[in-house]
């Protein structure tokens, strides 16, 4: 890969916000990089060294199967903490189920501020090797890619937050606040033996936290240049249904219209077909409006009034093509688990379909289900409430955010900070909930089609996404939580 424009010297990386408010330094090449010069009160760091350790600490968690179901996680936590032991940190693992576990290590601060969590999941979805180009649990590094799954979602993010840690540790940075570091089990299958068990049994952890850094969001790339950074202070809430169709079951020879499987497709095919309303909040109009002159015509003038162009059912269609950007100006459904008959020609007494609805703030569920039961048009068919959550969020404008923005803007000289919400939900809410204020930084730059990797097949991360990604979260908690 040819160097990079933002590659930046370690020498930024050891009192990053030192130089904050003195003239920026130029922008070193990559051939400057080198061995970190002292900051005065800290020990130099050896940033080339970890970055190798890094990429080679990914592709030995990637090895590890976490995927969720069943998670096992155990091994994953164990590998983690195995690395904090020989770098002298000492970690404690929280078991919540056979063979799943919780993680969390804490470097202290003086206790000036409020404690910082860094948060990351060890388990992954699951990967169907027979669509991959590698085999998904492999850990393949090769031409400067890192494949397997968790790439993205997140073990990459769990590296450059354990790097992060042990960079703190290594360099001696005084803090301010104590740095906490927390892998956690099943948030794929909804944390309730992750984040919810720790925040629940655990309690005291937590207790006076301020601050939570966790997966969210990225940089998007197009083209192969940066265009805008997202960070999310919020998430839209999941609403999990099951919609079932039952019947008489009988002889796939002889089908008759209100065969379960067939009363079920008719509704379904009514869901996918609708378009549910456009709703723009403002905090959403002004992403649109920071990243319109990033965009080709007519999206530029398009984006620079969304909630104007939005009326116009040419412009519904065109952002339809960037599902993306589409889940943030309305609330969505996405037809998943679908089942029906295990056998060719039986039709069964029942079939059912997945519904994963996915609601911005400030959508009522309970008029959002009386909206989707007209849409469904059948009341034969029943909706099964199995999950809800609250859309939650946290101040855009907190010290933590203006330092993520500082350290962005370093990074990538030029290139837009924004925060919209995310459209998919983490273990952010739970931490949301409690009033402590959380944020989504997946601090790496892809575009659409690397993205796609992301609960999808040939899940990478290049090996300079991932050390970028270790300078930036090391220089953001050292910039929250250092002195
Ligand atoms: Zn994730």
């Given at each position: 890969m040819t160097s990079h424009p933002f590659l930046m010297s370690a020498l930024l990386f050891v009192a990053p916000l030192a130089s904050a408010g003195k003239p920026q330094l130029p922008l070193p090449t990559t051939a400057e990089r080198g061995p970190a010069p002292s900051a005065s009160s800290s020990t130099p760091l050896e940033w080339h060294a970890l970055e190798d350790q890094a990429v080679q600490r990914l592709s030995a968690y990637l090895r590890i199967d976490t995927a969720n179901p069943p998670g096992n996680e155990l091994p994953a936590a164990q590998f983690l903490q195995r690395i904090l032991e020989s770098e002298g940190i000492s970690s404690t693992l929280y078991p919540s189920a056979p063979g799943r576990a919780n993680l969390v290590a804490r470097l202290r601060g003086n206790g000036s501020k409020r404690p910082l969590l860094l948060l990351n999941h060890l388990d992954v979805v699951p990967a169907d090797a027979t669509a991959w180009k590698v085999p998904p649990f492999s850990g393949t590094v090769k031409d400067g890619v890192i494949w397997g799954?968790?790439?993205?979602?997140m073990k990459s993010i769990g590296i450059m937050q354990l790097t992060a840690l042990i960079a703190l540790k290594r360099s001696g940075v005084a803090l301010q606040r104590d740095v906490i570091f927390m892998a956690v089990a099943d948030e794929e299958a909804g944390g309730e033996l992750g984040a919810a068990f720790m925040l629940k049994a655990h309690a005291e952890l937590f207790s006076n936290l301020e601050y939570v850094l966790n997966e969210g969001s990225r940089g998007v790339e197009r083209d192969g240049r940066p265009l805008y950074w997202e960070i999310s202070p919020g998430e839209k809430a999941p609403l999990w249904l099951q919609l079932v169709a039952r019947g008489t079951a009988g002889h796939a020879s002889r089908p008759f219209p209100a065969a379960a499987t067939h009363r079920l497709a008719r509704a379904l095919g009514r869901l996918a077909s609708w378009e549910p309303p456009v709703r723009v909040l403002p905090e959403i109009q002004e992403f649109f409006a920071t990243i319109a002159p990033l965009q080709p015509e007519p999206r530029r003038t398009w984006f620079s009034d969304i909630r104007a162009a939005l009326q116009k059912p040419e412009v519904r269609e065109d952002l339809s093509h960037t599902p993306d950007l589409a889940a943030l100006v309305r609330d969505t459904v996405a037809i998943t688990l679908l089942k029906g008959s295990a056998k060719m020609n039986v039709l069964p007494s029942e079939a059912s379909a997945g519904l994963d609805c996915r609601l911005l703030p400030g959508t009522d569920p309970d008029q959002f289900l009386k909206t989707l039961r007209e849409v469904i048009a059948d009341d034969g068919l029943t909706i099964v409430e199995e999950e809800r959550n609250r859309a939650t969020s946290s101040p855009s404008d907190s010290e933590a955010m203006q330092v993520i923005r500082r350290v962005l803007a370093k990074h990538t000289p030029g290139v837009p900070v924004v925060s919209p919400i995310t459209r998919g939900a983490s273990d952010s809410r739970f931490f949301r909930e409690r009033g402590i204020s959380a944020y989504g930084v997946s601090p790496y730059m892809m575009d659409d089609s690397l993205y796609a990797?992301?609960?999808?097949?040939?899940e990478r991360i290049s090996v300079e996404n991932l050390q970028r990604g270790c300078r930036i979260i090391f220089e953001v908690v050292e910039g929250i939580g250092g002195l």
């Open positions: 799954r968790g790439a993205i979602d990797g992301m609960h999808g097949v040939d």
